[in-house]
């Protein structure tokens, strides 16, 4: 079977998409709205791209025609957020993160989300997210009509939680086991990790 996309609409275009790049890591986006509240989304068209700059990309819709949902417009006005990976303990959580409100209504306070203090006294991280970025904003490009916001994010620390990071030969490593992220599916569907293969490159 094929599939001519120039002859699809974009919803099935985008249905075809997540259904068949598997598993997406979720980016669980933490931004403060301009009332002082917190932002808290999830978004799953996200990847590393760069380490040097330190870059993530990030893929945001908008709310509907003609109204960008809040993430980008704090980051917009505001230019910080951290991107939490999310552990499967926090998929409830997570998956009532992506309902729609009204503006500067907080998942946040909504969900009873905890949050801990940055050290540098900046946006909070989830209290118990295995793994935080603290980023700011790097630039941004604009895909099709809608449009959809291609979101580059520049990293400027990473927060791990005790227990993902460890010590072997003398440098750091952080455990994908013990991170436990949450993937993305299609339609209503996530995934654990499963099995861990681990298979040396060839030289």
């Known amino acids: 079977m094929q599939f001519q996309f120039s002859e699809l609409t974009p919803n099935e275009r985008y249905h075809l998409m997540v259904q068949s790049v598997l598993p997406r890591p979720i980016a669980w986006i933490l931004t403060v709205n301009d009332d002082g509240s917190h932002n808290l989304a999830p978004y799953s068209f996200f990847a590393p791209v760069c380490a040097n700059p330190p870059t993530m990309v990030v893929s945001i819709g908008q709310k509907q025609p003609g109204e960008d949902k809040d993430t980008f417009r ?47 006294g900046g946006l909070p991280h989830i209290d118990g ?45 952080l455990s994908a086991a013990a991170i436990n992220p949450l993937a993305r599916l299609g339609g209503s569907e996530y995934a654990a990790l499963g099995d861990i293969i681990s298979l040396a490159r060839p030289e």
């Open 74 to 120: 704090n980051l917009q006005r505001d230019g910080r957020c951290v991107v939490h990976i999310a552990s499967v303990d926090w998929l409830e959580a997570l998956n009532a993160s992506s309902a729609t409100l009204a503006k500067n209504e907080s998942e946040v306070s909504m969900g009873n989300i905890p949050l801990l203090t940055d050290s540098d």
């Open 129 to 173: 997210a295995p793994v935080a970025y603290y980023c700011r904003l790097q630039q941004v490009t604009d895909l099709g009509q809608a449009p959809q916001h291609i979101v580059f994010l520049e990293i400027d620390k990473l927060v791990v939680a005790e227990g993902v990071d460890y010590v072997k030969g003398g440098s750091t490593r």
